[in-house]
């Protein structure tokens, strides 16, 4: 049966909905729920899953909603009871009674507010942040869908005023020492890092903490920021503010390549400042960065290791081996191989990270020549329907792109749909490895290694029963300071019967020592 229940002019944000959904549908006698607000993309979503009892017609934008396919009333109940008790939990953790429901209501509260994260559907996100602005408060625009052109806009409204316009699709950012959104527990130091990419970001500044830098600053910009019609107009900003940041002693930056006259002008910025830099565009040339006396950097890691190298005062050498040794690395990439069915030929890389999926297929382009890809290197490589289509060849999927988080949340913060593609890659006789990432800190699942290491094990079971060896190598993008622990994730994806490695371009890497052997 379906039952509906609404609650007018009741708003909750949409992640907490969705994560709330995904437990609703545990409870017995649910076969189907959806929890949300009433946006025409849940409506639809409503209308898609079959959930669209009498009296949904009416609910509105404003409006909270549970809709559910049950067995009985008593079920539905139970849904009903268990929405609530999540809600609760959630209000619980809460520092604040009072949560205002507007930007005027927020000023009333606190009239020096200066810094606000947006999180809201796409089509309201600009004027949303334009109101910010106005009030002379920073933004860090977390919500995506916006155009370019409303971009473009907020970020010359924000730079006439020296205020940061960070986004959209911005998810990562350190503001003294607070992190918001997607952001580690770490060190804080002298160095400072402005950057167009989310996880690269966080991969960069938790390896930064691992080798015992610390970071002063760590400001986001949105991926397309550095493209020719925005004209880096937030990389410009930013990376002047660390230039004249006393706290900041050397900066990084991190993106992929900028289109060519952008990233002219932000490496003669950089060159002009005074302080060392180390440039990381993943996959770009170095060429440019180099011959203005900038550092460029192979890989996000090495980019960390040369920062915390100028950080102390000496010279920076390029990192792009094994933590281990290269000669342990060959001896296990070996064995591994020697276990392998002679169909085993192909690499499958699934990454809650687009960053770091880009970096893995970066350095392996040169010597593979195609991956498949729903974030493809070349056109000609584009997997389509990636939610649905079956592997071919090698094969990289972000997990974070928008054709699988409609209407679910990032796979950082829900890890099942990753967790269920590499249970099905294992029944590809194809597959040789699997290359995954497991993003913690602040924003991120409580626990993401618990659904990937089951996967892990279901995996590498299913490939045995059909006399092949799965080789999974994983990486950790996280600190020891954050709330899941960077080792407790380690151990659980290690006993789970993966190969961890302690970086993404070392996992990378390693697949290539095993690939190179097939």
Avoid: W
């Avoid at 189907?32 to 946006?39: N, P, Q, Y």
């Avoid at 209308?47 to 049950?70: I, R, S, W």
């Avoid at 924000?158 to 950012?173: I, N, Q, R, S, Y």
């Avoid at 060392?276 to 170095?286: A, L, M």
């Amino acid at each position: 049966m379906k039952k509906l229940e609404v609650r007018k002019n009741t708003y909750y944000d949409s992640v907490t909905l969705m994560i709330i959904s995904k437990e609703v549908k545990t409870v017995d006698g649910v076969n189907e729920a959806l929890v949300g607000m009433g946006t025409d993309l849940n409506q639809e979503l409503v209308k898609n899953l079959h959930l669209a009892a009498p009296g949904f017609e009416e609910v509105t934008a404003n409006d909270f909603f549970v809709a559910a396919d049950c067995d009985s009333d008593e079920a539905f109940a139970a849904a009903v009871a268990k929405v609530d008790e999540l809600l609760s939990k959630k209000a619980s953790k809460g520092k604040s009674d009072y949560f205002p429901p507007t930007l005027e209501g927020a000023l009333k509260v606190n009239p020096d507010l200066n810094m606000a994260i947006i999180s809201v559907p796409g089509r309201h996100a600009a004027g949303v942040a334009q109101s910010c602005l106005d009030h002379n408060i920073n933004v860090m625009l977390f919500s995506d869908n916006v155009t370019i052109e409303e971009e473009k806009e907020l970020k010359e409204n924000a730079a006439a005023k020296e205020l940061l316009m960070m986004g959209p699709d911005c998810g990562t950012a350190i503001i003294n020492h607070v992190p918001l959104a997607f952001a580690n527990v770490v060190k804080s130091g002298d160095i400072g890092m402005v950057c167009a990419s989310g996880t690269g970001a966080q991969e960069v500044s938790c390896i930064i903490d691992q080798l015992g830098g610390g970071i002063s600053q760590l400001l986001g910009t949105g991926g397309r920021d550095l493209r020719r019609e925005i004209g880096g107009i937030m990389m410009k900003l930013c990376l002047d503010a660390l230039i004249n940041d006393p706290k900041t002693k050397v900066i990084a930056m991190v993106s992929k390549p900028p289109a060519p006259e952008i990233a002219a002008q932000i490496l003669d910025q950089a060159a002009a400042g005074g302080k060392p830099v180390v440039v990381c565009f993943i996959g770009g040339d170095p060429t440019e960065i180099e011959k203005r006396g900038l550092v460029a950097a192979c890989s996000l890691e090495d980019c960390a290791h040369k920062a915390v190298a100028l950080s102390k005062g000496e010279t920076p050498e390029t990192f792009d081996t094994f933590s281990m040794g290269v000669q342990q690395a060959e001896q296990m990439a070996a064995a591994e191989v020697a276990k392998m069915a002679p169909t085993q030929k192909y690499i499958r890389g699934l990454y809650t990270g687009g960053t770091l999926c880009d970096e893995a297929m970066k350095l392996l382009i040169g010597e593979l020549d195609h991956i498949q890809s729903n974030i493809p290197l070349n056109p000609e490589d584009n997997l389509e329907n990636a939610r649905t289509a079956a592997s071919v060849r090698h094969t990289f999927l972000d997990f974070g792109d928008d054709a699988f988080t409609v209407g679910r949340p990032h796979p950082m913060i829900d890890p099942s749909l990753r967790a269920e593609r590499v249970v099905q890659e294992a029944s590809d006789p194809e597959a040789a490895v699997i290359l995954v990432d497991c993003v913690i800190g602040y924003g991120s699942h409580e626990d993401p290694a618990a659904d990937l290491a089951d996967a892990i094990r279901a995996a590498k079971t299913e490939a045995s029963k059909n006399g092949r060896h799965l080789a999974i190598v994983a990486s950790v993008c996280g600190t020891e300071g954050d709330p899941q622990s960077r080792s407790a994730t380690q151990m659980k994806l290690a006993d789970a019967g993966a190969i961890v490695l302690p970086t993404n371009a070392q996992a990378t890497r390693f697949a290539q020592l095993i690939l190179r052997r097939l």
